[in-house]
Nanobody
Framework: QVQLVESGGGLVQAGGSLRLSCTAS????????MGWFRQAPGKEREFVGR????????YYTDSVKGRFTISRDNAKNKLFLQMNQLKPEDTAVYYC?????????????????WGQGTRVTVSS
């Protein structure tokens, strides 16, 4: 069981970068696959990317490939989302989530623990 808290959101100009962090508490962080989701104003929550328990396998939605990078540091109980070349359409509340692995990585139902989210606003 883990508890998740996101941080690092803020206001950034288009083309800029932000790094989001997700800090986990609990005894089994390194056994979870981790995902990032986002929800833009007035829209449904959507999958951004995921990383496996060991950190050597990542998947991303097409709209962020080449710009976003997911990483994790199990020793520090942290998950990261490095966001580069940000676009206004990246504006959203970003959530980290933990799952037990397997399943369809892009589905919310795959994940059993969720953070409260951190807001990212990209201005043009």
């Amino acid at each position: 069981q883990v508890q998740l808290v996101e941080s690092g959101g803020g206001l950034v100009q288009a083309g800029g970068s932000l790094r989001l962090s997700c800090t986990a508490s609990g005894r089994s962080f390194d056994s979870y696959a981790m995902g990032w989701f986002r929800q833009a104003p007035g829209k449904e929550r959507e999958f951004v990317g995921r990383i496996n328990w060991s950190g050597d396998s990542t998947y991303y939605t097409d709209s962020v490939k080449g710009r976003f990078t997911i990483s994790r540091d199990n020793a520090k109980n942290k998950l990261f989302l490095q966001m580069n070349q940000l676009k206004p359409e990246d504006t959203a509340v970003y959530y980290c989530a933990a799952g037990y692995g397997a399943g369809i990585y892009s589905l919310e139902s795959t994940y059993v623990h969720w953070g409260q989210g951190t807001r990212v606003t990209v201005s043009s």
